[in-house]
């Protein structure tokens, strides 16, 4: 919503020269990965890329990746808006717990969903397996923000409109859809990346992406031209992606001072459509949450005494570098996300560009990059705790960094002017004013990214100290070996690690008015 920003970075201000001077050093930082690429690419030589790039495999995965995005990203954004608009705007039978059971594939990782799937229906596969599997398990990223931000906007607004005789779908469509624009383009972004990236997923239902063929590739050659010139094609989608959402962004204000109206919105009364409407939402919570986790517990039944060996030390691992994991990405994003929250314009969406073109690589080659720079530059780094942390930061870094930036775009910049008007420093009042404000961003984002790294798996095989044991790579070992039920207590424990991370975001969600 507009309004109440005051002066603003489009306004003629220019950002503190120390803010430009870190984000760019963090920038630098972030790509190395495709610093890794470009050098790859240059000692390949333009004559043998273009032969690697310009092969019918080449267009047949490019095929797959743009199918995936195009089908993919629209359906989980009409999934997340619906589902969000029918538990929040409506009279729907028990949407209270339709509203929880939503957000709940989120704490199903989308391999694990994958496992599951594949074991129930082991002739699913394909583009329409991984659209099925990507889709169920990747909405409630949308479903979340936009739920979030439904509780923000003010009911007086849809209620003049309806005064004016406009109808419930045009209120909607005209009032309510282009405030929930941030949202959507912000999950939709993440949901495309995560497409982009996605390889546990894709693999057990045999679907070919650009991210499987270059895990393939890496695999059998390490680092040879074939992976790296697939991971040219991939960057240069992600840059399309940030190019189409950055347009699509423009620089509307979303911010408000007050509460707005008192009391809560009206809920509209669906009438025949409640029933379609309770069919739908439970079709989709079968299909994203039961059958996976019926699957599991399947699995789980079959499973003998030795499967849970360890199961202790692989979670407390599994939590410490999670933890490590968010504190890490939050810490970088902030400094971006208050750059592009406060000082927006092109030059600073060039500056935050370089923060999501890592992130859409996958995160095998962000790890080989990070092997090939520790190793030729600090070998005392090679396989430690800090390369993993710098990983999931780089991997995980858009999901603190999208929260972080609708949260300081919702604070009104008028309220440290305020404070400052009484005599607060301004490093005080925005410690004091604006940072609580931030506080549900902030614990949404690290919640994200922490269950990002617990999830987290190429990566963590190759960088991880030897030894090291996380859920998602023992996870991972014996499901690749067809070993399901010694994969079940590890899928069930990466289930309940994700719940309260996924509570804390649900409720965060939820209690956006109490702000």
Do not use: K
């Not at 459509?273 to 439970?282: D, F, H, V, Y």
């Not at 060039?350 to 600090?378: F, G």
């Not at 424990?493 to 409720?507: C, E, K, N």
Request: charged share 10%; hydrophobic share 55%; aromatic share 8%.
């Amino acid at each position: 919503m507009t309004g109440g920003r005051g002066r603003s970075g489009d306004g003629g201000r220019r950002p503190p020269a120390t803010l430009v001077a870190l984000v760019v050093v963090l920038a630098a930082v972030m790509l190395v990965p495709v610093g890794y690429v470009v050098a790859t690419v240059v000692e390949i030589g333009w004559a043998e890329l273009a032969e690697l790039v310009f092969r019918p495999r080449v267009g047949e995965l490019l095929l797959n990746t743009v199918l995936l995005l195009l089908i993919g990203v629209p359906a989980t954004i009409v999934l997340g808006v619906g589902g969000a608009w029918l538990v929040e705007r409506t009279d729907l039978p028990g949407r209270r717990v339709f509203a929880v059971l939503l957000a709940a594939p989120l704490a199903i990782p989308a391999f694990v969903a994958s496992y599951g799937w594949a074991s129930a229906i082991p002739s699913i596969h394909g583009l329409g397996g991984g659209l099925l599997v990507a889709v169920l398990a990747y909405s409630p990223l949308v479903y979340l923000p936009v739920l979030a931000t439904l509780r923000g906007l003010d009911p007086a607004l849809e209620e003049s409109a309806r005064s004016l005789g406009d109808g419930s779908w045009a209120v909607f469509a005209r009032v309510v859809l282009p405030q929930l624009r941030l949202a959507m383009l912000g999950g939709g972004l993440i949901v495309a990346l995560h497409l982009l990236a996605e390889y546990g997923a894709f693999a057990f239902v045999r679907f070919d992406t650009f991210t499987t063929a270059i895990v393939v590739a890496y695999q059998s050659t390490f680092a040879g031209p074939a992976a790296a010139s697939l991971g040219v094609v991939l960057t240069a989608l992600c840059l399309l992606l940030l190019v189409a959402e950055s347009s699509a962004r423009g620089r509307g204000r979303y911010a408000r001072v007050g509460s707005g109206s008192p009391h809560p919105a009206v809920p509209i009364r669906l009438g025949r459509a409640t029933a379609p409407a309770i069919g739908a939402l439970t079709a989709l919570v079968l299909a994203s949450t039961a059958v996976p986790l019926a699957s599991v517990l399947r699995w789980l039944g079959a499973a003998e005494s030795s499967a849970f060996a360890d199961l202790g030390a692989t979670v407390l691992q599994t939590a410490l570098l999670g933890a490590g994991a968010a504190i890490g990405a939050t810490l970088v994003a902030f400094p971006v996300a208050w750059l592009v929250g406060r000082f927006p314009g092109r030059r600073v969406r060039v500056l935050e560009a370089p923060y999501y073109v890592a992130s859409s690589l996958p995160a095998i080659i962000v790890a080989l990059a990070l092997v090939t720079v520790t190793l030729r530059l600090v070998p005392a780094l090679y396989q430690t705790v800090f390369t993993v942390m710098v990983a999931y930061v780089i991997v995980f870094l858009p999901r603190a960094l999208v929260s972080l930036r609708a949260g300081i775009a919702q604070v009104p910049e008028s309220l440290e002017e305020a404070a400052r008007s009484l005599g607060v420093s301004p490093l005080v009042a925005r410690l004091r004013v604006t940072v609580p404000l931030l506080v549900p961003s902030i614990a949404a984002g690290a919640a994200l990214v922490a269950l990002g790294a617990a999830n987290e798996l190429t990566a963590t095989l190759l960088l991880a100290p030897t030894g090291t044991r996380t859920l998602a790579t023992q996870f991972w070992s014996a499901a690749s070996a067809v070993d399901y039920p010694g994969a079940a207590p590890y899928a069930l424990l990466l289930i309940l690690l994700s719940i309260p991370a996924v509570g804390l975001m649900f409720a965060q969600a939820r209690g956006w008015r109490a702000r």
